[in-house]
């Protein structure tokens, strides 16, 4: 297997964050994307609910993932909720993805959270395998979305 360097980021590492929310939204192909100011980019990176991770081979970043972390009221562990997870297609099926997942999962142990969770689309069957392939045990649930506001 080869070995990736995977770096959560710091607050002060907007460059790299913004290198991230590029590669995540080259993968997911999303259109007519723009990116946020860095002055946003960077209170967002700061606020200690994000975490951002990033996997490198030598100084490329290959793929990356976002996530949040959501105090609980029913415990006082805490949970994260994996928003985003891609990887380059270049370096896709080539371990980087499982060890974005490792890494998380080793921080969510270390910090004592209760658990972690991530939805896939019931049609993203790539998605729905690579979870269960790293240990993800599915659940059927429905998920709403509202929207708050007018389309136009």
Known sequence: ??????KTLRPDQVQEFEQLVRLLADVFEIEDFTLP?????KSVLA???LKAVAAYVGKEMVGG???YVLPQYYSEKPQFYLYDLAVLPTWQRKGV???LMQHLLEDCSIAGF???????DADDKHAIDFYKATGGQDMAVWHFTY???PEG
């Open 147 to 149: 929207p708050t506001q």
């Open 65 to 67: 993932l976002t996530g």
């Open 47 to 49: 606020q200690p609910y």
């Open 1 to 6: 297997m080869k070995h990736y360097d995977i």
């Open 114 to 120: 209760e658990q972690l969770y991530v939805q896939a």
């Open 97 to 99: 993805g499982k060890a």
């Open 37 to 41: 100011t860095q002055a946003h980019l």
